[in-house]
């Protein structure tokens, strides 16, 4: 009996022993994720910012085997960037925790390799026709018990098809009607599946100016009332901060659509001239003090702009092509600025050409210190002075479409002067570069 037991603790000693030597070591919790069923729906078109890779739901994926996923393009005929695939499974392969992390690596470099080098076909956007391509193939791949999520990553604009907000702008928008019109037409069921969106709202390039606190919540109030009438199960808007860097895809343009207040700051420029202050100085002279004081208002309540035509720059270059006569031309501003202490500047300068580059930055950059070293030597503090450099999508006054070597494009060679206490200013300080 003793003899028997003695063999039969051997043999689990032994069984034990091999087990520990078979390699498995911590794979076996490696990929134990519940496999879900998944679509992202991304805004790989001209001006939309670029897809961060590092979100939880793509991250994820190369360690959640058994999982269906699909990338949609929202472009103006919405495509499958690839194919729908799903991530092996490697748990039953005796893989070292080692071995399945270079797995994991590969697989997800794959993706994003697939990704970065995808190029849209069609210009535009439609998000209503993206969000039926994404349904369609969640459907398609559907596996009882399974999870079913929908992932944006795109700003929500949509500029041709049942949503067309170049048609209708944000700020026109009745939210309320408008979802319950496009989902009438849309047909789609959303019964079942958890919507994720990134960026919602997050507008931005060269072309496309951003909206306004109220148009974004504007916006996701659409989209949410937009999803429940499509029976979503749950809706998540996330917070993440978007990448600085948009996409740039010129041959297959998204036309830009209205957002509050451009089209009014237009109008209220001012031409730099020395006739601008004339109506401040008759006030003066004549000693109309309440005149004086409404007058002065009037001249920075609105930018006063320094074009091409009054101070010409050497080609690539800040350096004046005439700085006596670039002095002569903004001296009256020297002279106002003297005559009231109380008031601050903004200056920015702009280059022409649609696309930002680090040179055309720090040109205008270069170009608005100029300004201020002739102010400066007129005798202008210079702690009263503030200068910037803007992307032409944050300059309210840039002009697009002009190109950089027409005649038409000297009029986004320009400085910008602003008092700094207006909220325009403070808005383009809040998106200096």
Known sequence: M????????????????????????????IQSSDPVNIAF??????????????????????????????????????????????????SDRGYTEVMLERVRTGIMADLTGQLADYKPSSPEIDMAAATDLGVRTLKAHAVDGRDNVLVYYCSGRSTTGLINMVETPVYEMDVEKSASAVAQKMKVDLSGIDVVWYCCGDFGGNKQPKISPNEKEQLKAFYNQLFTALGAKSITFKDDLPSSECYSFPDVPVSPIAVEDTGSELKDLVVLAPEVFEEAEKAEETEETQDVEEADAAVLESPIVIPE??????????????????????????????????VNILLYGTCAGDNDTDFSLELGRARGESVKSVLLA????????????????????????????????????????????????????????
């Open 2 to 29: 003793n003899k028997m037991m003695k063999s039969i603790f051997l043999a689990i000693l032994t069984l034990a022993m091999l087990l520990s030597f078979t390699g498995c070591g911590d794979s076996e919790d």
């Open 41 to 90: 729906v991304v805004g790989i078109a001209d001006d939309e910012t670029k897809l961060n890779e590092g979100i939880d739901e793509l991250a994820s994926l190369p360690a959640n085997p058994g999982t269906d996923y699909a990338f949609i393009s929202a472009e103006g005929e919405p495509a499958m960037i690839g194919e729908a695939k799903t991530i092996p499974d490697f």
């Open 309 to 342: 035509s009054q101070v010409r720059y050497q080609p690539d270059s800040a350096e004046f092509l005439d700085p006596v006569a670039a002095a002569d031309a903004i001296q009256p501003a020297a002279d106002f600025l003297l005559e009231h202490p109380e």
């Open 378 to 433: 007129a005798g202008i503090a210079e702690d009263r002075i503030t200068v910037v450099t803007v992307k032409v999508a944050d300059d309210p006054y840039y002009q697009f479409g002009l190109g950089t070597n027409s005649e038409a494009s000297s009029v986004n060679r320009k400085c910008v002067m602003l008092d700094m206490s207006t909220e325009l200013a403070k808005q383009i300080l809040a998106n200096a570069v």
